[in-house]
């Protein structure tokens, strides 16, 4: 999908690991999310943020931190991942807060 | 407590008939709802959405309808082609920010030739 550019694009983690989702963007948009899929569960809102500097929690953050200290860049952090953190992580944005959401095409993690 | 729901995990139709997809909500704040199709391997991608002053929205082969006071959508594909075969998932917001949704489990729809 057009927009935004996720790495890496699969990764197996031992739990305690740690690592970091990018999420890269090069049409200066102000709102970025990431969601999480897990089976029969549909998508899940992580984090997101309104702008460069700030972030906000969505409906499921505990585990996970993020950062957006350059606007192009959405940072999504796992400081000790854990079995339920497998999941296929997904980066969105929205070219304002009436606009619909667009998608990347995931990162799958697994994490034993 | 699943405030999006799509009761049914698939749907099979046959190619150039109708494709009627189903989303129940229970959270009446909601008054910006989305259906999303989504391919294996790729993310999800945007098909049309509707505002809740709206009961309709056409879109090519794609309406959406919205019953507010059954709290109920439906997205309907005329005809139904091949390639809309994907999993498709609606989707509600809230809080005047579109990006902040709550999605429904996904619907796997079957379209055959």
């Known amino acids: 999908n057009a927009g935004v550019t996720q790495t890496p694009k699969f990764r197996v983690l031992k739990t305690g690991q740690s690592m970091t989702l990018l999420c890269a963007q090069d049409?200066?948009?102000?709102?970025m999310y990431w969601y999480r899929q897990d089976p029969g569960m549909g998508l899940r809102l992580i984090h997101y943020?309104?702008?460069?500097?700030?972030?906000a929690k969505g409906e499921v953050p505990d585990g996970y931190n993020v950062s957006r200290l350059k606007k192009q860049n959405f940072l999504l952090g796992l400081e000790s991942a854990a079995p339920s953190q497998t999941s296929v992580y997904f980066c969105?944005?929205?070219?304002?807060?009436?606009?619909?959401?667009?998608f990347g095409n995931g990162t799958r993690l697994t994490v034993t | 407590d699943q405030q999006v729901k799509q009761n049914s995990p698939s749907l099979s139709v046959q190619e150039g008939r109708i494709s009627i997809l189903n989303c129940d909500y229970t959270n009446s704040m909601f008054d910006y709802f989305l259906w999303y199709k989504k391919y294996p391997a790729e993310g999800p991608t945007f098909l049309i959405s509707i505002s809740s002053i709206k009961d309709k929205n056409e879109d090519g082969r794609f309406t959406v309808f919205l019953n507010k006071s059954a709290k109920h959508l439906s997205l309907h594909i005329v005809p139904s082609q091949p390639g809309d075969s994907a999993v498709y998932f609606c989707?509600?917001?809230?809080?005047?920010?579109?990006?902040?949704?709550?999605f429904g489990q996904g619907t796997t729809l079957q379209v055959k030739p």
């Open positions: 969105a944005y929205n070219r304002g807060r009436d606009s619909p959401l667009h």
């Open positions: 049409m200066n948009h102000e709102y």
């Open positions: 943020s309104v702008g460069e500097g700030t972030t």
């Open positions: 989707a509600a917001s809230a809080s005047g920010n579109t990006g902040k949704l709550i």
